[in-house]
């Protein structure tokens, strides 16, 4: 589950990292009162507005902007919420700015330079353990650090027994080029940053830039967090992170019925019993010369309220011009299964999507038969390939 910006600092502050500090605001006013209070807690005149949404790159789109003064703050957080704003991450659509960040400015003048560091912590699959990475290229985008500089970008593999070490702390503090204070401080910093990662059961952490102020304050001025949805039973209160503003309204509406469901850009719709199966399934759809235009899991339990729920979802996908359905009857059996099938389709009515199903399995002949017999527009498969040329007979009409 990703969370914002705002959401990702309150995480961080509670475990002891230090923050650019900042309140979220809804509205110019709130926005407003918002920098009156951070001038006056902070002494600082300047705040910087950040749109808060769930993509990075917001600088390039227009999303964050140095505000000098209250005038400044009202016409800037006017010209930011509500915007649909459009970054490297979001695509050409965009996404639509609900909340402002008005964080504190940090570039303050000093005694030292001020300087810019990337720091993350994730998950590698491949060798099953928490990393950290690291780069003094930090307010820059890692693919392009790591493209063209990769010598740069450091990594610290954290064994799972004993978890971050000080002396692994130490050597990134070193590596960074770091020394006196603001070396110390980064040795608490990413100690804290890794206890805040693996206490919330996140598969990412990422801040980006780590900021050294000029007087040798180590903090962050960003924060890109994603909990894992998998932890998130022994996380109840990380509930209300959850912001729906920023989730495809198809992803929610699965969500609640209990269907893993992904959008994608092809026409074929594919409604299918386990992930690695669900995955098979695209495959032949692009073999058959269609594209598969989402991911649907509908689980080992499938019943005709699954079955139906899944329709509604794969038909509010205009590009849709056939829905493939490929279960394997192994929990649940697959006349249950057709017969959820027939009944969705009987009870939806008016869909003129042509639909393949294909069932193996467990009363895979008599899920065949009822299908066959229903007298609807329903094309039954027992083999994958049958499935995959009838998929290509239907898309050709």
């Known amino acids: 589950m990703n969370i914002h910006e705002y959401q990702g600092k309150a995480i961080l502050k509670s475990f002891g990292v230090?923050?650019?500090e900042g309140i979220v605001a809804d509205t110019v006013e709130q926005a407003a009162a918002a920098a009156q209070k951070l001038k006056g807690d902070l002494?600082?005149?300047?705040?910087?507005?950040?749109a808060q949404i769930h993509a990075g790159g917001r600088g390039k789109g227009g999303g964050v902007k140095l505000a000098k003064n209250m005038d400044e703050v009202r016409e800037k957080a006017a010209a930011i919420l509500g915007m649909q704003l459009v970054t490297p991450q979001t695509g050409p659509e965009g996404k639509k700015v609900h909340k402002v960040l008005v964080a504190q400015d940090v570039y303050y003048p000093g005694e030292s330079e001020t300087k810019e560091f990337y720091v993350s912590v994730l998950l590698d699959r491949a060798k099953g353990r928490n990393i950290v990475m690291y780069s003094t290229e930090g307010g820059m985008d890692i693919e392009h650090v790591a493209e063209h500089t990769p010598h740069?970008?450091?990594?610290?593999?954290i064994d799972p027994k004993v978890g971050l070490q000080p002396f692994q702390a130490r050597k990134i503090a070193f590596n960074l080029g770091l020394s006196g204070d603001a070396f110390k401080d980064m040795v608490k910093f990413v100690t804290a940053l890794y206890k805040a990662?693996?206490?919330?059961?996140?598969?990412?952490?990422?801040?980006?830039?780590?900021?050294?102020?000029?007087?040798?304050?180590?903090?962050?001025?960003d924060a890109k967090v994603n909990l894992d949805d998998n932890g998130l039973f022994r996380h109840p209160d990380f509930a209300d992170l959850r912001d729906f503003h920023e989730e495809d309204p198809n992803e929610v509406e699965a969500s609640k019925s209990n269907l893993n469901y992904v959008k994608l850009d092809g026409n074929v719709g594919c409604m299918v019993n386990g992930a690695g199966l669900a995955m098979a399934t695209m495959d032949i759809i692009k073999l058959a010369g269609g594209e598969p235009a989402n991911f649907l899991d509908v689980g080992g339990t499938a019943n005709a309220e699954t079955v139906k729920a899944a329709f509604n979802i794969i038909l509010k996908d205009p590009n849709v011009k056939a829905i493939l359905i490929n279960i394997f009857g192994?929990?649940?059996?697959?006349?249950?299964?057709?017969?959820?099938?027939?009944?969705a389709y009987k009870e939806l009515g008016n869909i003129k999507v042509p639909i393949i199903v294909r069932l193996q399995g467990t009363n895979a002949e008599e899920a065949k038969k009822l299908i066959d017999e229903s007298g609807l527009k329903v094309y039954s498969a027992i083999l994958l390939k049958e499935a995959a040329q009838r998929v290509e007979e239907v898309l050709k009409k």
């Open 330 to 343: 192994g929990i649940v059996r697959c006349d249950r299964v057709a017969q959820g099938v027939i009944d």
């Open 152 to 157: 740069l970008i450091f990594k610290e593999e």
């Open 43 to 50: 002494g600082s005149s300047w705040v910087v507005i950040k």
């Open 18 to 20: 230090r923050v650019q």
């Open 197 to 221: 990662y693996d206490a919330t059961d996140s598969s990412l952490f990422e801040i980006n830039p780590v900021l050294k102020t000029s007087d040798n304050k180590i903090l962050a001025v």
